[in-house]
């Protein structure tokens, strides 16, 4: 019988990523633990609609404990800390990116993994820090998990400063495919993801905005065949003012056409963190661009800083046309280094996972059978 998997992820997001990263768990798991029948539970209000309840507690809780063989946390921005509100003169109160509390993470009796979260930020800001309940709810369901794994060294630092120890492994949608990364068709199309339009709400982010077009609409005038892929569907809007004349631009809510997309590329420029990720899910060569701590993230735990940009520095763009060049130009070393970075961490996730799996099986052997 396929195992009954209780997923808590970002349903109902419009931003695309999130369900890359649910796919890719997904696919993890049955290669690792056997065939799985999975239940989609909304983690958090990403879901609109009004005819399920959210988050890991009350009648979600009640149906997990009494449905499913394993429960998986996990996917995109999970564990970024929401702003905090006032608590009185001087203290904070705060959330995160799952509906839960404390008692409802103690009644949960089914064994329970923590996979591909991470934490981050938007244009221009620091990453927050965490304030309670989160504190308490984020430790205690660590230690409740019987295994758990993050996908960035900076989500592993943020855990620690709160008591809580993790590794990296990368983010799922890195290893969607085990191909190592190599030379790409030159004949194909440069993929250049839209820079997220919540920048244009920051200091610096128009301005920002505008150097990022004026990259595309170089490349345009020289004879590079480029498309502007959407990765949300508030990007629309956004897009057709901001995005050269005459150059395409690709948007889908589908995952089989976005992942279509992407295979039928020469490589990805990453202003999103999740079309770089893609990308090298797919083995393309990618150039990755620290936007948020999101970006710089990946940028620092795959060690690409000099293969990439980074907001807010002098000279980025001119930079980023000279990575551009050698990613177009099917540079030796770019594509060394890529390749050895999804390597390692690929090693790190499957040797993760086949450990998790072992650690599962012997928790189900020593449950007690129902009668």
């Known amino acids: 019988m396929p195992l009954t998997v209780h997923h808590y992820f970002p349903l109902g997001s419009e931003n695309v990523g999130d369900h890359l990263v649910a796919r890719a768990l997904r696919a993890a798991i049955v290669k690792h633990f056997g065939s799985a029948a999975f239940t989609d539970m909304p983690a958090n209000d990403r879901y609109k609609g009004n005819d399920r309840p ?34 009185g003169l001087f203290g904070k109160t705060g959330g995160w ?16 993994l923590l996979a591909g979260m991470g934490t981050g930020s938007s244009f221009g800001k620091r990453i927050r820090h965490y304030h309670p309940p989160a504190i308490d709810e984020i430790r205690l369901l660590h230690e409740k998990a019987f295994a758990s794994a993050v996908r960035d060294v900076t989500t592993v630092r943020e855990l620690s400063d709160i008591g809580v120890s993790t590794q990296c492994t990368g983010c799922p949608v890195t290893f969607l495919t085990d191909r190592p990364v190599t030379a790409a068709d030159p004949k194909l199309p440069l993929l250049v993801s839209f820079p997220p339009p919540r920048i244009l709400e920051r200091i610096g982010g ?103 940009t980074r907001a807010h520095r002098l ?57």
């Open 54 to 87: 959210l988050g890991l507690c009350g009648e979600n809780l009640e149906r997990t404990n009494a449905e499913a063989d394993l429960v998986v946390v996990g996917g995109s921005n999970m564990l970024e800390a929401r702003k905090p509100r006032r608590k």
């Open 97 to 112: 990116g799952v509906f839960t509390d404390v008692a409802s993470i103690r009644k949960l009796r089914v064994p329970l």
């Open 206 to 308: 128009r301005a920002y905005m505008a150097a990022a077009m004026r990259y595309i609409h170089t490349l345009r005038d020289r004879g590079v065949p480029l498309i502007v892929t959407l990765h949300d569907l508030i990007d629309v809007e956004p897009a057709k003012q901001w995005v050269p004349a005459g150059v395409e631009i690709f948007c889908t809510a589908d995952l089989d056409e976005l992942i279509a997309r992407f295979e039928n590329s020469r490589g990805v420029i990453g202003f999103r963190l999740h079309a770089a990720l893609l990308g090298l899910g797919l083995g393309k060569p990618v150039i990755p661009i620290g936007v948020d701590w999101r970006g710089l993230a990946f940028i620092e735990t795959f060690e690409l800083q000099n293969l990439s």
């Open 315 to 371: 000279g980025q763009f001119r930079k980023l046309l000279r990575l551009t060049d050698r990613l177009l130009d099917n540079d030796a070393e770019l594509i060394s280094r890529l390749a050895q970075g999804k390597e390692k961490y690929l090693d790190s996730y499957n040797r993760f996972l086949s450990d998790t799996s072992k650690k599962f099986q012997t928790l189900r052997k020593s449950q007690p059978i129902s009668t």
